[in-house]
Structure formats: C-alpha cells, structure tokens
DNA sequence: GCCACCCTATTCAAATTTGAATATAATAAC
DNA sequence: GTTATTATATTCAAATTTGAATAGGGTGGC
C-alpha cells in the first residue's frame, strides 16, 4: 500500500519513469520509512497502470539502456490517491514488532549468545536514536510540519525501543527471563 | 518468520495440529503480537514438514470433519528454532509503521476529513493504551518474564504513538501541515 | 422450530513480494 | 592501467501471503 502511495504523491509533482522514482524516494530518505524494493515498484508501477491510476506517457529508448517508460498520474490515480490516504488512516492496522515473537521465546535459547545479540541491537539503537533526531532536527527548515511529524515520531518510537531494549537486556545478564511473579523494574 | 517460531515454539511443548496451533495461539494473545493468517500457517507448516523441522506423527479421521493431521517438532527443529531466534534478533529488521508514509503525503488530502479519522485513532489508541497496561498488570503472576517484557514493550509502544497522533491531530486542527519553517511543538 | 451466525479444519487460486539475473557504463581504488 | 564497485533500468521465476471457498455441526435468540 504504501509503496502505491509513494508513486502517486510522487507523480503528483511530476512524471516520472519507476527508476527515476526510486531515486527521489531514495534522496528524501522515504527508503528508511517504508520498504522500497524494485521489483514490488515495478509490480505496482504495472498494476496501477492496468487500473488507469496512471499512464504511460513516453518512452525513451537509447542504445545502451533499457527503455524508460515515463508515467503520469490520472485524474483517477488523483482520487484514489486521496481515498487512499484515507482509508489507510481509518485501518489502523497494527504494527507487529519483528522482535516480539522472537523475544518472547528468547528463554529458551542460550542466554549468553542472547546477551551479546541484545548488546549489539542497542548499541544500534542508540545509534539510530541519535541518527532520527539528528535528521529530524535538520529537516525543520526543509520540510513541510506534516513531514516533521513522521520524522519526530521516528525518533520518538526508536527512542521507546532503546528503553524497551536495555530493560530487556538488564534482565538478560542477570538470568531472570524465566522468573515469574514480579513486575518488571519500569522506573530506569 | 515469526509464524515458524510461534508453530516450533509451541510444538516444542507438546504435539498439535495446525488448527489446534491457532487456538492456543490466540488463547496466549499471540495473536495481538503478529499476523495470524490461517492460509500463512497452514503453507509454514507444509513448508517446515518438507524441510524436516518438524513431522507428522498421526492423523485423526472422523466422517463429519478434515482429518486433522497432528505434528511434532524434530531434533533438526529445535535446532533451528535456537537458530532463527539468534537470527532474527541480530538482524535487527525496521519497523515501517503503516502510518508514516500516509502522514508524510497527508497535507495533500481534505484536512477535515483528516481531522476526524485523526480523533477516530487518538481514541483508539487512547483505549490501546489502557489495554495493554492491564495485560500486563495480569499476566505479572502468569506468565515468564520475557513475556512481560514484549506486553510491557507493547505499552510503551502503544504510549509513544499516542503521543504522536495527539500532537499531529493537534497541528491538523491548527491546520498547519503545510507550514515550513517552525519547529514542532515536542513538550506537551 | 428456524434462522443466523460461529466453530471446526483445511485447501486453493490469485495477488503480491522477494531476490536474483541481466547487461552496460561510469567512477573509484590501488 | 586494471580491477572492483556502484549506478542505470528492468524483468523474471519462485516463494509467500491473502482472502475466499468448502461443508457439516453446534449455539443463541426470538
């Protein structure tokens, strides 16, 4: 889905052929909100011009290349563009750490190895923390409030995980993942 | 990925058939932390057979029913099972949430209509909260801690992203998405 | 007693995602 | 100067996910 809504708010400015697309996508760092695959553009590139959200305009053809097919958006591809949206905010469709599954089978796996995996992952985390804020602050010059909001956030919900993980990875070094009957110690 | 741990997390207690798997799955509220698809299960447990994770150890035939095929985890499955969860936890896969890209394109769509799908999840979000905090507060004497710890990480989670969406909803309302320029309001 | 809906248990076709293959040019590294 | 990597642009087969179809039995409401 939201791979559908990047090209269209990107047709939206101007036409386009799906590689051109991945670059722009790639320079306001929509690669690191979203997972950006070729092949699924190119799939969704397809399928939206079969339903008339958008339109072959013009293909280049040079010697060396392959052909580029520029596309444009449709005054349908504009509406559903808008319903889109929409609709994608009413869904309110969870979202599924890829951790949690894994972490909450984490007692049976040996816990040294467990240990130093989750040392890594939040030393990335901070990193990532620190990474998020840093473009976050950057940006409030350049980009539009609801931009902002989406980078703010980023930083925010890695900042959630990087408590959740140093929490977890206390727990770890002092062998308690199978103890039961006590809260955890929330307050660090 | 998380569908193979949850079924080799489970078999690893006792034997079952997939069917079976989706009931105790969901009587854990396994189902609240990943996607539950039936069809998704039934190919992850063909697939794992094939692969030799796990087997079939006896078939139950009644007239009125499908048979129910009952399985069983291997000694290559419980291998791998130690293996895809040092795996996934170092892969440290991101989480795209599905609202990111919606929001960053959102200054383009009808701002009352916004507006109120935005109070609709501000809402959502506010009883998603409480929820997840009493399941938490009721699994403390129940369950392993590693187990608290992904209910109390669903918390937080939970909690950050409704500070997100009132700040957002709070802009809409302002009507300034497409402001440039100004830092957000990050206190409240 | 009947109607509508949920439970049991699995299968399937169709949609979508994934990851690699293709082939050439330009740039960087040593 | 040669080698390795990166950029250009798309396609494809294979893996996986999705959503619906199947089909009989139980259960609650009126």
Redesign the pocket.
């Known amino acids: 889905?939201s791979?559908k809504l990047a090209v269209l708010g990107l047709l939206l400015e101007r036409n386009m052929?799906?590689?051109?697309i991945?670059?722009v996508m790639k320079d306001r760092r929509m690669d690191k909100i979203m997972?950006l695959?070729?092949?699924?553009?190119?799939?969704?590139v397809?399928?939206m011009s079969q339903d008339g959200l958008i339109e072959a305009v013009e293909?280049?053809s040079?010697?060396?290349?392959?052909?580029?097919?520029?596309y444009s958006i449709t005054d349908k591809g504009k509406n559903i563009f808008e319903q889109l949206i929409l609709q994608q905010i009413k869904k309110n469709e969870p979202v599924f750490h890829p951790l949690y599954i894994p972490l909450a089978l984490s007692r049976y796996v040996d816990q040294g190895k467990l240990a130093e995996l989750l040392n890594e992952r939040v030393l990335k985390a901070e990193h990532d923390v620190n990474l998020a804020y840093q473009i976050y602050e950057e940006h409030i010059p350049l980009v539009p409030r609801s931009v902002l909001h989406v980078m703010y956030g980023r930083y925010e919900h890695c900042l959630t995980e990087l408590k959740w993980l140093k929490r977890l990875y206390a727990d770890v070094l002092a062998n308690k993942l199978s103890d039961t009957g006590t809260p955890l110690d929330t307050e660090a």
Do not use: F, N, W
């Not at 052929?17 to 051109?20: A, D, G, N, S």
């Not at 695959?37 to 969704?44: D, P, R, V």
């Open positions: 889905m791979i052929h799906p590689y051109e991945t670059l997972k695959q070729m092949g699924s553009l190119y799939y969704a397809d399928k293909v280049i040079s010697k060396d290349r392959p052909d580029k097919t520029i």
